[in-house]
Structure formats: C-alpha cells, structure tokens
C-alpha cells in the first residue's frame, strides 16, 4: 500500500485530453501548409507569367525550306540580328535617339551563336554587315542586303548558304527595344579609353568606366565613324556590350529583384521578334549561355577588304579558316585560339 505523499510504482501521470492534443498538432503543421501554400502560388504564377511573356513575343516566319538546305549539325545555332527600324517610334523618339531618318528596315549587326550540345564553351561571331557573300536570286552583294531584299526568311537563308550551317533559331531586335532592356537592367558598365563624341549616334562619352543608360548605350553600338577599323571596330564593342548586357541581366541582382526583373522580361518581349517556332525559355536559354563565363567571341576569319563597282567597300572571309570555323561548329569541336578575327 503506497504511503500518503507517494505515488505507486505504477502511477502515470494523465495525458491532455485527446481533443487538446488533435488541436496542438494542427497548429503545428499549419506553418508548413501556409508556406507550401504561399510556394504554390508563386510557382503558379511564374508560370503564368511565362505563359504570357511567350505568348507576348512578336513573331516571324524566319526559315524556309529550301532544296540543298544544310542538315542539322551538333549544338545549336542562333542568328542575332539588331535592326535598325524605326517602327514604333514617333518622331520625338527618333530625334531622342538620333536615329536618323532612314526609311525601311536594315541589318547593321549581324551575329551567329553557336551554343555546344556538351560541356564546350559558347561562341558568338560577328558577321559584318559588308560581307560579300552570294544572296540568292540576287547575285553577290553585302550581307546586309538580304534583310533589305527578303526580310529574315532571305537573311537566313543567304547566311545558311554562306556558311553551310543550319539556324536553328531566330532573335531581332530594334532601337526601342534595346533603349529599353539597358534601362530595365539598370544601366551596364562599359570601360573606354578615349574620348567618344559623335553626334549622329547621340554619344558623348569620357574615358573611364562608367554605367551607360539605354540611350547611351544605343550610340555606343551604333558609332563607327570615331574608330580606325570603322564597322569592324563597331562590332567588337557590340560583342562585348551584348555580353555585359546578358551577364548583368542573369545576374542573381536582377532575377531576384522583382522591380529589375518584370520589366527586362516586359521590354524584351515587347521589342523582340523571333521566329515562329522560338519561346521563351529558348531565349533565357540563350541569355543564360552567353551571360555566364567563358564564352568565346570574335569576328568571322577575314581574309580582305576589297572596292567592287557598284558595291562599295566589301569585306571577303577568309576561305580556308571560315570553313574551319563552321565545320567545328557542325561538329561541335573547340575553336581553335587565334582562329576568330578580332
């Protein structure tokens, strides 16, 4: 018998009453199904938003099927073009911008990506404007007669024929478009030596690094006339301006910055025009491989610059190391160092 103030050996002490201990457990998990729920919404609505940013994209007929097109290689192959079309722009923004009063639509810049199907690096090579290639049903003329003539489908198609590669993928981008993703972003830094005036493209700019808004931007890529290699000077700085440009836009600043992030992906597609069957994550495919590091880029091998009658001044690749370069490309092989022309 136990002792008054003791407890038997076999005594346990009662339990909170069932219902108690049902509502503690429920409050317990409700943390977990709040956050899940709150997970879920967000999940749903990056998708919708997606949705609707490919649903956004303008969007062309780029490729045609032609006899003797070349087939599919390894990795995949972008053509970047940068319009000079001033569709969209009232007159205001055109002096804005110091676009010129330039009619119709014209290529100044022309790029080709080739990004590798394994572990190699990406390669983007500049294809200048004056290249003197076969436009077909139009004899040889500069490269950036294509787009003049045909529109995307002719550029493709004079491209695809002038390096025996197949484009997968299609990206065109004009003057408003471009001012507004280097705003959406906040601005990029570019570095430059000297002084840059030139009031046809709208710059004024001072040695030193500094960050360049849309507007700025837009006369640093398109000035020539400030540089002793003229247009081939121009397109090595758009190479590197485009790819601070993707860097900074896929930096962790800006993606997670919903203030940064809904405007670069509004702009881009509002001023973007690809091809038809090119979406969204096509393209954060291509930011994303041209933004990280080490990257390779340069300028198609040249061989020389010649005066044709009727033409003007005219750039000619070099044949042996131009084929190089697009035969790894179908291959997927390493560009060589020292291959590219600056």
């Known amino acids: 018998m136990a002792q008054r103030g003791t407890m038997p050996l076999n005594y346990q002490r009662p339990g909170p009453p069932r219902e108690w201990s049902q509502q503690v457990r429920r409050r317990r998990g409700r943390p977990g199904r709040v956050f899940l729920s709150i997970l879920l919404v967000i999940v749903l609505f990056l998708i919708g938003f997606a949705i609707y940013l490919d649903f956004s994209l303008k969007r062309t007929n780029a490729f045609s099927d032609y006899a003797g097109r070349p087939a599919a290689g390894a990795g995949t192959n972008w053509l970047l073009v940068g319009s000079d079309s001033r569709q969209g722009l009232s007159a205001s923004q055109e002096a804005q911008l110091s676009t010129g009063d330039a009619d119709g639509g014209r290529t100044d810049t022309m790029m080709l990506m080739h990004i590798p199907s394994g572990s190699g690096k990406p390669t983007l090579v500049s294809l200048p404007r004056d290249s003197y290639v076969p436009i077909p049903g139009h004899g040889r003329n500069k490269l950036n007669a294509a787009f003049a003539f045909g529109g995307p489908q002719l550029l493709t198609r004079t491209v695809e024929e002038a390096t025996g590669l197949r484009i997968d993928h299609y990206a065109e981008i004009g003057f408003e478009g471009f001012v507004g993703v280097v705003d959406a ?153 020292g291959l590219l022309s600056k």
């Open 185 to 337: 972003v906040g601005g990029v830094n570019i570095c430059v030596d000297q002084p840059l005036k030139d009031p046809a493209a709208g710059l004024n700019l001072s040695p030193g690094c500094q960050d360049l808004n849309g507007t700025q931007a837009l006369g640093y890529v398109r000035t020539r006339h400030l540089y002793a290699r003229q247009d081939l000077d121009r397109i090595q700085h758009q190479r590197e301006f485009l790819s601070a440009l993707l860097s900074k836009a896929t930096s962790v600043g800006v993606l997670a910055n919903p203030f940064r992030l809904f405007p670069l992906a509004t702009n881009s597609v509002d001023t973007l025009t690809v091809d038809n069957g090119d979406h969204i994550w096509n393209l954060a495919g291509l930011a994303f491989a041209l933004g990280g590091n080490g990257s390779t880029t340069g300028t198609v091998p040249i061989g020389s610059t010649q005066t044709i009658s009727g033409v003007g001044s005219v750039v000619l690749w070099d044949k042996t190391k131009s084929k190089q370069l697009f035969d790894d490309f179908r291959q997927d092989s390493t560009v060589p160092d």
